[in-house]
């Protein structure tokens, strides 16, 4: 059987909507953690759209979500990066640079409290006002690899250099 033929032209045709905003003491990238499980990132929160608070229900029982965001401040991408930490650049794909061809985000979250359209999330790196496409459960026995490789990350010293780019240093 012969796959159907793929049509950017249609594909183009529809509209995302985002499901929500998130709600973040973090107003710039300066000062923003850049990953938020490696430092003092605080506490933040998503508003869901009117209209949507039914799609929650149910999600107050998972400890982490997955978030799926437009990196709307996002400006520009490039080929290859430098990486924090590292002293090499590489290539964007293998980065979890936000710079991004289609700045789409993906985050793990952990779920504070759900109430009514407000989903409380602990340490984020997300900027107030990125907008959120979807929210997803996290099920450790479909999402964790405990024999997952790390690819060049696995080479850098155990004990690297900070961030070079670390404003907060």
């Given amino acids: 059987m012969t796959p159907p033929r793929y049509d950017l032209a249609q594909d183009l045709a529809f509209t995302v909507r985002p499901i ?3 709600r ?20 933040g929160a998503v508003v ?19 978030l799926v965001t437009w990196l709307c401040y996002a400006r520009g991408w490039n080929d290859l990066v430098l990486p924090p930490r590292d002293t090499q650049k590489r290539g ?14 993906l985050s793990l979250v952990e779920l504070l409290f759900v109430r009514k359209r407000v989903l409380g999330i602990g340490a984020h790196d997300l900027l107030d006002g990125t907008p959120v496409l979807d929210v997803k459960p996290y099920l450790a026995y479909a999402d964790s690899v405990t024999d997952a490789r790390h690819g060049w990350v696995d080479g850098l010293a155990e004990h690297a250099g900070p961030d070079h780019r670390d404003w907060r240093a």
Avoid at 24 to 43: I, L, N
Wanted: charged share 20%.
């Fill in 48 to 66: 869901v759209r009117h209209g949507l608070q039914n799609l929650l229900r149910d999600l107050d029982g998972f400890s982490h979500v997955w």
């Fill in 24 to 43: 973040s003491p973090y107003r710039v990238h300066a000062g923003t953690p850049r990953q938020p499980r490696c430092g003092d990132a605080e506490p």
């Fill in 92 to 105: 964007l794909f293998a980065t979890r640079a936000p710079h991004r061809p289609n700045p789409i985000g």
């Fill in 20 to 22: 929500g905003v998130v």
